[in-house]
């Protein structure tokens, strides 16, 4: 909630082959190349070595559009029930199956398509197996109707949380008024009571009409072997018969000018929007502009309608996307505001701002031009960014995921007349469609009378029998095999690693290697003050490391963002604790230039008064909204109930009314003056990452930072353990479809203690897995309380302080059985531990997750500050590694006996049934 940091990163959103008797050479572009088996299935292969893992996108050409009449939601349901099981990998042993190969699995559908994603790592039993798990989905599922009362709640929960999400409700009103309760007007989601209409009969019928080899196409992306790759799916898929498919359904050609209703209003959660939104049919000679559109109308500082509306402050922020789909163009211009400004004026200066907007120029679509060539740069060096966009393609080109490339060139192909021309045309009050976003109006922020309900009765529903897991010793040598991985690519990369320290005490580590994205990484830590030094600073900091680099003594803001985009990368400065926290990026050849240009920046910031009145008027109005959004309202409540210092202490948790206090007061020369008091602290660590020269890079860094000093006494900001009896608040918030659970059980434990990697595992066991952890299967799969949920412990690295943690959207009103649901879990482990195989299970799934981590360079650079504060090198994550890899059950069994007391366990959980608070502040 805090404005933390600045980023001006301006990262946009954002071979020779084998013979098989199967899979044929159809095309190759860019290095990526399309195979085709006889029975239709096709397979698009782009490799990187450069990156550890792969990335694996099943895609079929059907989704919501082709839901029979009166059945909407049948396709999202079949891709829930398609994780139950097949004829040879039964229930849901599928699902764990899933778990203990991939690195993460998931799975969406949209009106077009249903995609099966999977990252996995590039060890090809791995890759063979998830291959081998997607062929039984595409020909062998088995749909079992036990499966469906539980899934179809599960899809109300899921599109509840879509009804919660107040943008999606104002697109969906806009869908439905241009096409009507018919194929785009349709949420893919389903309709609630047309999804408890179908019947198995219908959706055995789908599945068999629309999943055949010649309806789908496999996107893998990453590093493989492409000969073993081709070889497994040949074997895999070659034997799935292609079946005749139905005609794909027809989307009405739209006409933007047509709509009825031309504004629509939302009063849900707390903020203030206003939405233009231009829509019309599809026209492909057009997209290529209307692309850009967001870029050249809300980049800072040269965006025009930045400069119009955030500028003069006529409203706060402005945000742009698109929607160019296969049916209709959709552009969003959109401000959001505070209550305190002119509604009137926001409206009246968004349309104007868009549709009377001044010509852009050459240099502004030059700039444009420039951040997408860098954004293809991100994207082509990652397989899952990659492997998105060639599936997304595929689906929108009906297979043509090289169009991709095409649009590349369309976009440095523009010239600005032609792009003037398009926004005249299509930015224009005949297209538009006006949108509001208001907060929730007061009657629905009361308390309401919870009607009776039988706890009882929604638990303990009827759980399929567990099919056995893997043999404990196949975790074990899957165990073995990480550590031993991870034991020599960490003793090979510290060889790479020079630290060192200057005079002043300013240690700096030098990791020189080639980063998977050919960029080079910088991060620089600045240490300074104490809690009562920096007591009632907290929100000058924030202003302080925002306004470091919007503009210095010799560079001004336009100048610092074009630098940015020249050099391919970015650079970031946030408060982090009782310091700064810099980020430098940029493209290797770059990368020198750039880091000498962001310390002269940082070094000599303007805090121009203009900068400093935009940001405090910002931050005010950003502030100056209702906090009554269940997950707002239960975050806010857990923190006052755990608070431990007193407010305007940096450590304390935020308070709106506090901030805004903090912020009001603020004023320029005290930025200025914090900035010169603070900055040149001697308490710093520094490193880089990529293909850098080790000694120019030295040389800069002795000459900038190596005789910083500061008479400003230093201390490190810790927590304490503190331990709190078992409470129970139910919050009121307002009305919602989702209330929030959130839940923290305190834990002596910091990261050097004994105990700290056997809770690790513990978490796993506990909550990892969405489907298959001991939380999942009681609060979703079971009960069906929850749609999404997670469990995550954090320990204090210097001292014994930790935190475990469990978060949960539930339905409103269901609040009692999601505590009970978790009790029971708790209450379980207690009594009855953990099974050897869940350990050994886990202990394989976290290692395979830290080697593959670890083989990311830039991962590597996240570790360098750390060690070079605690004075470690590492050989510390090897011990780490050996520690994991050497737990039991009984050592997961004792920590669960000695750190599991429900009798600590602080519960917030709030929705419109709970209790208005008695204040806004401890």
Same mark, same amino acid.
């Not at 829930?80 to 229930?91: C, D, I, Q, S, Y």
């Not at 169009?403 to 009050?429: A, C, G, H, I, T």
């Given at each position: 909630?805090?404005?933390?940091?600045?980023?001006?990163?301006?990262?946009?959103?954002?071979?020779?082959?084998?013979?098989?008797?199967?899979?044929?050479?159809?095309?190759?572009?860019?290095?990526?190349?399309?195979?085709?088996?006889?029975?239709?299935?096709?397979?698009?292969?782009?490799?990187?070595?450069?990156?550890?893992?792969?990335?694996?996108?099943?895609?079929?050409? #059907?989704?919501?559009?082709?839901?029979?009449?009166?059945?909407?939601?049948?396709?999202?349901?079949?891709?829930?029930?398609?994780?139950?099981?097949?004829?040879?990998?039964?229930?849901?042993?599928?699902?764990?199956?899933?778990?203990?190969?991939?690195?993460?699995?998931?799975?969406?559908?949209?009106?077009?398509? #249903?995609?099966?994603?999977?990252?996995?790592?590039?060890?090809?039993?791995?890759?063979?197996?998830?291959?081998?798990?997607?062929? /039984?989905?595409?020909?062998?599922?088995?749909?079992?109707?036990?499966?469906?009362?539980?899934?179809?709640?599960?899809?109300? +929960?899921?599109?509840?949380?879509?009804?919660?999400?107040?943008?999606? =409700?104002?697109?969906?009103?806009?869908?439905?008024?241009?096409?009507? !309760?018919?194929?785009?007007?349709?949420?893919?989601?389903?309709?609630?009571?047309?999804?408890?209409?179908? !019947?198995?009969?219908?959706?055995?019928?789908?599945?068999?009409?629309?999943?055949?080899?010649?309806?789908?196409?496999?996107?893998?992306?990453?590093?493989?072997?492409?000969?073993?790759?081709?070889?497994?799916?040949?074997?895999?898929?070659?034997?799935?018969?292609?079946?005749?498919?139905?005609?794909?359904?027809? =989307?009405?050609?739209?006409?933007?000018?047509?709509?009825?209703?031309?504004?629509?209003?939302?009063?849900?959660?707390?903020?203030?929007?206003?939405?233009?939104?231009?829509? !019309?049919?599809?026209?492909?000679?057009?997209?290529?502009?209307?692309?850009?559109?967001?870029?050249?109308?809300?980049?800072?500082?040269?965006?025009?309608?930045?400069?119009?509306?955030?500028?003069?402050?006529?409203?706060?922020?402005?945000?742009?996307?698109?929607?160019?789909?296969?049916?209709?163009?959709?552009?969003?211009?959109?401000?959001?505001?505070?209550?305190?400004?002119?509604?009137?004026?926001?409206?009246?200066?968004?349309?104007?701002? =868009?549709?009377?907007?001044?010509?852009?120029?050459?240099?502004?679509?030059?700039?444009?031009?420039?951040?997408?060539?860098?954004?293809?740069? !991100?994207?082509?060096?990652?397989?899952?960014?990659?492997?998105?966009?060639?599936?997304?393609?595929?689906?929108?080109?009906?297979?043509?995921?090289?169009?991709?490339?095409?649009?590349?060139?369309?976009?440095?192909?523009?010239?600005?007349?032609?792009?003037?021309?398009?926004?005249?045309?299509?930015?224009?009050?005949?297209?538009?469609?006006?949108?509001?976003?208001?907060?929730?109006?007061?009657?629905?922020?009361?308390?309401?009378?919870?009607?009776?309900?039988?706890? $009882?009765?929604?638990?303990?529903?009827?759980?399929?029998?567990?099919?056995?897991?893997?043999?404990?010793?196949?975790? +074990?040598?899957?165990?073995?095999?990480?550590?031993?991985?991870?034991?020599?690519?960490?003793?090979?990369? /510290?060889?790479?690693?020079?630290?060192?320290?200057?005079?002043?005490?300013?240690?700096?580590?030098?990791?020189?290697?080639?980063?998977?994205?050919?960029?080079?990484?910088?991060?620089?830590?600045?240490?300074?003050?104490?809690?009562?030094?920096?007591?009632?600073?907290?929100?000058?900091?924030?202003?302080?490391?925002?306004?470091?680099?919007? $503009?210095?003594?010799?560079?001004?803001?336009?100048?610092?963002?074009?630098?940015?985009?020249?050099?391919?990368?970015?650079?970031?400065?946030?408060?982090?604790?009782?310091?700064?926290?810099?980020?430098?990026?940029? +493209?290797? /050849?770059?990368?020198?230039?750039?880091?000498?240009?962001?310390?002269?920046?940082?070094?000599?910031?303007?805090?121009?008064?203009?900068?400093?009145?935009?940001?405090?008027?910002?931050?005010?109005?950003?502030?100056?909204?209702?906090? #009554?959004?269940?997950?707002?309202?239960?975050?806010?409540?857990?923190?006052?109930?755990?608070?431990?210092?007193?407010?305007?202490?940096?450590?304390?948790?935020?308070?709106?009314?506090?901030?805004?206090?903090?912020?009001?007061?603020?004023?320029?020369?005290?930025?200025?003056?914090?900035?010169?008091?603070?900055?040149?602290?001697?308490?710093?660590?520094?490193?880089? #990452?990529?293909?850098?020269?080790?000694?120019?890079?030295?040389?800069?860094?002795?000459? /900038?930072?190596?005789?910083?000093?500061?008479?400003?006494?230093?201390?490190?900001?810790?927590?304490?353990?503190?331990?709190?009896?078992?409470?129970?608040?139910? $919050?009121?918030?307002?009305?919602?479809?989702?209330?929030?659970?959130?839940?923290?059980?305190?834990?002596?434990?910091?990261?050097?203690?004994?105990?700290?990697?056997?809770?690790?595992?513990?978490?796993?066991?506990?909550?990892?897995?969405?489907?298959?952890? %001991?939380?999942?299967?009681?609060? %979703?799969?079971?009960?069906?309380?929850?749609?999404?949920?997670?469990?995550?412990?954090?320990?204090?690295?210097?001292?014994?302080?930790?935190?475990?943690?469990?978060?949960?959207?539930?339905?409103?009103?269901?609040?009692?059985?999601?505590?009970?649901?978790?009790?029971?879990?708790?209450?379980?482990?207690?009594?009855?531990?953990?099974?050897?195989?869940?350990?050994?299970?886990?202990?394989?799934?976290?290692?395979?997750?830290?080697?593959?981590?670890?083989?990311?360079? +830039?991962?590597?650079?996240?570790?360098?500050?750390?060690?070079?504060?605690?004075? %470690?090198?590492?050989?510390?994550?090897?011990?780490?590694?050996?520690?994991?890899?050497?737990?039991?059950?009984?050592?997961?069994?004792?920590?669960?006996?000695?750190?599991?007391?429900?009798?600590?366990?602080?519960?917030?959980?709030?929705?419109?049934?709970?209790?208005?608070?008695?204040?806004?502040?401890?």
């Amino acid at each position: 909630m805090r404005i933390k940091h600045l980023t001006l990163s301006l990262f946009f959103a954002g071979l020779s082959t084998s013979l098989f008797a199967q899979p044929v050479l159809v095309k190759t572009e860019q290095a990526i190349e399309e195979y085709k088996l006889d029975n239709g299935f096709r397979v698009v292969l782009a490799q990187n070595d450069k990156e550890s893992k792969v990335f694996m996108n099943t895609v079929y050409f #059907t989704g919501s559009l082709n839901d029979p009449a009166g059945k909407g939601g049948l396709a999202h349901l079949l891709e829930h029930l398609a994780f139950k099981g097949t004829e040879n990998v039964k229930g849901d042993e599928f699902q764990r199956r899933l778990d203990q190969f991939t690195l993460m699995t998931n799975a969406s559908t949209d009106y077009y398509s #249903t995609k099966y994603t999977n990252v996995i790592r590039p060890e090809q039993s791995s890759i063979d197996q998830v291959l081998h798990l997607e062929a /039984e989905r595409m020909d062998k599922l088995v749909l079992q109707e036990k499966f469906v009362p539980t899934e179809i709640d599960i899809v109300k +929960r899921e599109r509840e949380i879509r009804l919660d999400q107040p943008f999606s =409700v104002l697109i969906d009103q806009v869908l439905k008024e241009a096409y009507g !309760n018919q194929s785009l007007g349709r949420l893919p989601i389903g309709d609630l009571k047309e999804l408890q209409s179908i !019947n198995m009969n219908e959706l055995n019928q789908f599945y068999r009409r629309w999943y055949a080899p010649n309806n789908a196409v496999m996107v893998i992306s990453g590093k493989f072997d492409k000969a073993a790759v081709l070889k497994q799916i040949d074997q895999q898929f070659s034997p799935i018969a292609a079946r005749q498919i139905p005609e794909q359904a027809k =989307v009405p050609k739209l006409d933007g000018t047509k709509l009825k209703q031309r504004e629509f209003t939302v009063h849900k959660g707390s903020d203030f929007g206003k939405f233009n939104i231009y829509l !019309n049919g599809a026209v492909e000679p057009i997209k290529a502009a209307l692309a850009v559109s967001p870029t050249l109308y809300t980049l800072q500082p040269s965006g025009h309608l930045y400069q119009s509306m955030v500028e003069t402050g006529t409203a706060t922020a402005v945000q742009s996307t698109t929607w160019l789909d296969k049916d209709f163009n959709l552009v969003f211009m959109g401000a959001i505001y505070g209550p305190s400004h002119d509604a009137n004026k926001v409206a009246t200066s968004l349309a104007q701002g =868009v549709e009377q907007n001044k010509a852009f120029n050459d240099v502004e679509l030059n700039r444009v031009k420039s951040l997408t060539r860098n954004m293809a740069d !991100n994207v082509k060096n990652s397989a899952t960014a990659l492997g998105e966009r060639l599936s997304s393609y595929t689906v929108a080109y009906n297979g043509d995921w090289s169009q991709y490339f095409r649009d590349l060139e369309k976009v440095q192909k523009l010239n600005v007349s032609d792009v003037n021309q398009v926004y005249k045309d299509f930015l224009k009050p005949e297209y538009r469609v006006t949108g509001n976003i208001l907060p929730t109006p007061e009657d629905q922020k009361k308390a309401q009378q919870q009607a009776a309900s039988k706890p $009882a009765e929604t638990l303990d529903q009827q759980a399929p029998a567990e099919e056995p897991l893997k043999d404990a010793s196949v975790y +074990r040598a899957e165990v073995k095999q990480y550590v031993a991985e991870s034991k020599q690519y960490l003793n090979q990369k /510290e060889k790479q690693i020079q630290r060192a320290k200057f005079k002043n005490g300013i240690q700096y580590a030098l990791f020189p290697t080639k980063t998977r994205d050919d960029k080079t990484y910088a991060t620089i830590a600045l240490d300074f003050g104490t809690a009562q030094s920096l007591m009632n600073k907290g929100e000058l900091l924030d202003l302080t490391a925002y306004l470091m680099f919007r $503009a210095s003594k010799d560079q001004s803001l336009q100048q610092i963002a074009d630098k940015i985009i020249d050099v391919g990368g970015g650079a970031t400065v946030s408060a982090n604790d009782n310091g700064l926290m810099i980020q430098v990026v940029a +493209r290797k /050849e770059k990368f020198a230039e750039f880091l000498q240009y962001v310390i002269d920046v940082i070094k000599a910031p303007a805090f121009e008064q203009s900068q400093f009145d935009l940001i405090k008027a910002q931050s005010l109005s950003s502030l100056d909204r209702p906090y #009554t959004e269940p997950d707002t309202v239960a975050a806010m409540t857990l923190s006052r109930i755990v608070e431990i210092y007193q407010p305007g202490d940096i450590r304390y948790h935020f308070e709106p009314e506090l901030a805004k206090k903090q912020i009001e007061s603020a004023t320029r020369d005290q930025v200025e003056q914090l900035h010169q008091k603070f900055f040149k602290t001697q308490h710093a660590q520094i490193a880089v #990452t990529g293909d850098f020269d080790t000694k120019q890079i030295e040389k800069i860094l002795k000459k /900038e930072f190596a005789d910083w000093k500061t008479s400003e006494p230093y201390q490190r900001l810790e927590s304490t353990f503190t331990t709190y009896p078992a409470q129970k608040v139910h $919050a009121l918030s307002e009305q919602r479809e989702f209330g929030s659970y959130q839940a923290i059980m305190t834990l002596p434990v910091g990261v050097e203690h004994t105990d700290s990697p056997a809770l690790q595992v513990l978490r796993h066991i506990l909550g990892d897995s969405q489907l298959s952890s %001991r939380l999942a299967q009681e609060l %979703r799969e079971k009960n069906a309380l929850v749609y999404g949920f997670s469990a995550d412990i954090n320990f204090d690295e210097w001292v014994n302080s930790g935190v475990l943690s469990i978060d949960a959207n539930y339905t409103a009103g269901k609040s009692a059985q999601v505590s009970q649901s978790v009790h029971k879990v708790l209450q379980n482990l207690l009594k009855n531990g953990v099974t050897e195989q869940e350990v050994e299970a886990a202990k394989a799934s976290i290692l395979k997750k830290r080697l593959t981590a670890l083989e990311d360079d +830039r991962r590597i650079h996240s570790m360098l500050i750390p060690q070079l504060e605690k004075g %470690r090198d590492l050989n510390y994550r090897e011990k780490r590694d050996q520690r994991i890899a050497a737990l039991s059950k009984a050592d997961i069994d004792a920590v669960i006996k000695k750190y599991i007391q429900p009798e600590h366990l602080v519960e917030v959980m709030s929705d419109q049934y709970g209790q208005a608070a008695k204040s806004t502040q401890k």
